[in-house]
């Protein structure tokens, strides 16, 4: 698990390592410079020339100062900065002596259009941007992204919020982004993700009381967490022993969206999945999935009082008797429930809160229809407004985007795993299948909709890397998921799971 901070948290944490632990800032900012002056020697020969564009703030000290290094190291580097003089800070002031005494090249701010440099280093904003850029700031920053040059961005590409990922006004758009001492949600949602490029965590020298001294409640799951997050399987055991799934899903012209969402339960390792649908559809399910139960629609009651865990919603339709539907599970449903598709649209109809027993899976335009939110708004802050409509609604959220994230109310979970390849017809009902089937093996319902997140985008790479982003189905992303689960158990005897050992 790796923990994402704003870039409040991030200018929080600097400055307890200034003013409690009393690390000099200079030696900080040297710290910074010298982890990104080694990034660049990795990635650039010798012979390139460099520009490192400065704003007057620290970000510009952390610029001047890895330009200055790369000097030292024998490459072709120079410094221009951008902005009043009047407002610079001390650090970067100093910064700039130092660099004119080592006889580091100072250029006037045209130097970016001269067309000369083969890398620019983005040091013209931090993190604790917090406005539109405008005026020569927004020329200079659309002058790199024109200028052909490879750009390396300092800490956060200018432009982006450290929080949000929102585009404040003008953004540079970055190969590398070196971010220091710790990661910014920024990089990590988009749109501010797909402007920094491949991201280094670099090590400054932050104490670890500094870091402790800010929590952070926004982190994303890396492959090593499977381990510990997946539910263990018991040796003696039977099919009632991983849960009962009921599937509330799917109406006359929707056979395939109960299908994918009940095969995702199984696949998940449900030990029995109820399927409730329409009787148009019995054959066709039995057919394709025979190993689960089915009922029509009337068993609904009977259905809720059986479960371990309820998905209602993918491909229900919006008939009275959908609704009714939704509004029997809403008002009944004694375990935990996932709310899909559909279901959310009707579950709006019924009621505006519900308790955090209840999943709901909106992708944007339903997150939208359900929060009142318009979605350019939630595209600006998905991370934000995720976490405060779960909290004003009581249930887990799962605002579904590139960058899906799953909220608590209180915690931000956002998903690193997936690809494009994966935005196709039914990859959501898989979604909810999988985490039904997490849930029917007793895993609490935030627990289950990080974990069904996590892994479905991890099903999705396994299949994009072997079939292609442009050919994949939602089915392959179930095969996905049954490869990623196996591979846990391969260094095990038959018998035991990686969970349980």
Same mark, same amino acid.
């Given at each position: 698990?790796?923990?994402?901070?704003?870039?409040?948290?991030?200018?929080?944490?600097?400055?307890?390592?200034?003013?409690?632990? !009393?690390?000099?800032?200079?030696?900080?900012?040297?710290?910074?410079?010298?982890?990104?002056?080694?990034?660049?020697?990795?990635?650039?020969?010798?012979?390139?020339?460099?520009?490192?564009?400065?704003?007057?703030?620290?970000?510009?000290?952390?610029?001047?100062?890895?330009?200055?290094?790369?000097?030292?190291?024998?490459?072709?580097?120079?410094?221009?900065?951008?902005? #009043?003089?009047?407002?610079?800070?001390?650090?970067?002031?100093? #910064?700039?002596?130092?660099?004119?005494?080592?006889?580091?090249?100072? /250029?006037?701010?045209? +130097?970016?259009?001269?067309?000369?440099?083969?890398?620019?280093?983005?040091?013209?904003?931090?993190?604790?941007?917090?406005?539109?850029?405008?005026?020569?700031?927004?020329?200079?920053?659309? #002058?790199?992204?024109?200028?052909?040059?490879?750009?390396?961005?300092?800490?956060?590409?200018?432009? $982006?919020?450290?929080?949000?990922?929102?585009?404040?006004?003008?953004?540079? &758009?970055?190969?590398?982004?070196?971010?220091?001492?710790?990661?910014?949600?920024?990089?990590?949602?988009? =749109?501010?993700?797909?402007?920094? !490029?491949?991201?280094?965590?670099?090590?400054?020298?932050?104490?670890?009381?500094?870091?402790?001294?800010?929590?952070? +409640?926004?982190?994303?799951?890396?492959?090593?967490?499977?381990?510990?997050?997946? =539910?263990?399987?018991?040796?003696?055991?039977?099919?009632?022993?991983?849960?009962?799934?009921?599937?509330?899903?799917?109406?006359?012209?929707?056979?395939?969206?109960?299908?994918?969402?009940?095969?995702?339960?199984?696949?998940? !390792?449900?030990?029995?999945?109820?399927?409730?649908?329409?009787?148009?559809?019995?054959?066709?399910?039995?057919?394709?999935?025979?190993?689960? /139960?089915?009922?029509?629609?009337?068993?609904?009651?009977?259905?809720?009082?059986?479960?371990?865990?309820?998905?209602?919603?993918?491909?229900?339709? #919006?008939?009275?008797?959908?609704?009714?539907?939704?509004?029997?599970?809403?008002?009944?449903?004694? $375990?935990?429930?996932?709310?899909?598709?559909? !279901?959310?649209?009707?579950?709006?109809?019924?009621?505006?809160?519900?308790?955090?027993?209840?999943?709901?899976? =909106?992708?944007?335009?339903?997150?939208?229809?359900?929060?009142?939110?318009?979605?350019?708004?939630?595209?600006?802050?998905?991370?934000?407004?995720?976490?405060? +409509?779960?909290?004003?609604?009581?249930?887990?959220? $799962?605002? &579904?985007?590139?960058?899906?994230?799953?909220?608590?109310?209180?915690?931000?979970?956002?998903?690193?795993?997936?690809?494009?390849?994966?935005?196709?017809?039914?990859?959501?009902?898989?979604?909810?299948?999988?985490?039904?089937?997490? /849930?029917?093996?007793?895993?609490?319902?935030?627990?289950?909709?990080?974990?069904?997140?996590? /892994?479905?985008?991890?099903?999705?790479?396994?299949?994009?890397?072997?079939?292609?982003?442009?050919?994949?189905?939602?089915?392959?992303?179930?095969?996905?998921?049954?490869?990623?689960?196996?591979?846990?158990?391969?260094?095990? +005897?038959?018998?035991?799971?990686?969970?349980? &050992?």
């Amino acid at each position: 698990m790796k923990y994402l901070y704003s870039g409040k948290q991030a200018k929080a944490i600097d400055f307890h390592a200034i003013h409690t632990v !009393g690390m000099p800032g200079l030696v900080l900012m040297e710290r910074a410079a010298m982890t990104a002056a080694a990034a660049i020697r990795e990635r650039e020969p010798e012979d390139v020339r460099i520009l490192a564009v400065c704003g007057a703030g620290n970000n510009g000290g952390d610029g001047v100062a890895t330009a200055r290094i790369l000097c030292q190291m024998g490459y072709k580097a120079a410094v221009t900065v951008v902005g #009043q003089s009047d407002y610079m800070t001390e650090d970067m002031k100093k #910064q700039l002596e130092i660099a004119v005494g080592c006889h580091v090249p100072v /250029l006037p701010a045209s +130097s970016v259009t001269d067309g000369v440099f083969d890398v620019m280093l983005d040091a013209v904003f931090g993190v604790g941007l917090s406005r539109p850029v405008e005026g020569v700031y927004a020329s200079v920053l659309e #002058q790199m992204n024109d200028s052909g040059a490879r750009i390396y961005a300092l800490d956060i590409p200018s432009g $982006v919020d450290g929080e949000s990922g929102a585009i404040l006004g003008r953004a540079v &758009k970055a190969d590398v982004t070196i971010t220091f001492g710790v990661n910014k949600t920024g990089l990590v949602v988009y =749109p501010g993700c797909a402007c920094a !490029g491949e991201v280094i965590v670099g090590d400054i020298g932050f104490p670890r009381e500094s870091v402790e001294s800010v929590p952070s +409640s926004v982190y994303f799951y890396e492959p090593e967490d499977l381990a510990r997050l997946l =539910p263990a399987r018991p040796p003696r055991s039977h099919k009632g022993t991983f849960g009962k799934v009921l599937v509330a899903a799917g109406c006359e012209t929707m056979s395939g969206a109960c299908f994918l969402a009940a095969k995702a339960a199984y696949r998940m !390792g449900a030990g029995l999945v109820k399927v409730v649908s329409v009787p148009a559809n019995r054959d066709v399910l039995l057919t394709a999935l025979p190993e689960i /139960l089915f009922s029509d629609r009337d068993g609904l009651a009977e259905g809720v009082e059986w479960a371990d865990a309820i998905v209602i919603g993918p491909g229900l339709g #919006q008939s009275e008797e959908a609704e009714e539907m939704v509004r029997y599970v809403v008002e009944n449903s004694p $375990v935990p429930t996932v709310i899909d598709g559909d !279901g959310i649209r009707l579950c709006r109809r019924i009621t505006d809160t519900l308790t955090d027993n209840f999943v709901l899976t =909106p992708h944007i335009k339903e997150m939208s229809d359900f929060t009142g939110i318009p979605v350019p708004e939630l595209q600006k802050d998905l991370v934000g407004h995720t976490r405060q +409509s779960a909290e004003q609604t009581g249930c887990i959220l $799962v605002g &579904k985007d590139a960058r899906t994230v799953v909220s608590d109310g209180r915690e931000c979970y956002i998903n690193v795993s997936g690809n494009n390849g994966m935005a196709t017809g039914g990859s959501g009902d898989v979604l909810a299948g999988t985490i039904g089937g997490l /849930l029917g093996q007793g895993m609490e319902p935030f627990e289950a909709a990080k974990l069904g997140v996590y /892994l479905h985008g991890l099903g999705g790479d396994v299949m994009a890397a072997e079939r292609g982003r442009y050919s994949m189905i939602a089915s392959d992303i179930l095969e996905g998921i049954a490869r990623v689960t196996a591979e846990m158990e391969k260094p095990f +005897s038959t018998g035991g799971s990686r969970a349980e &050992k």
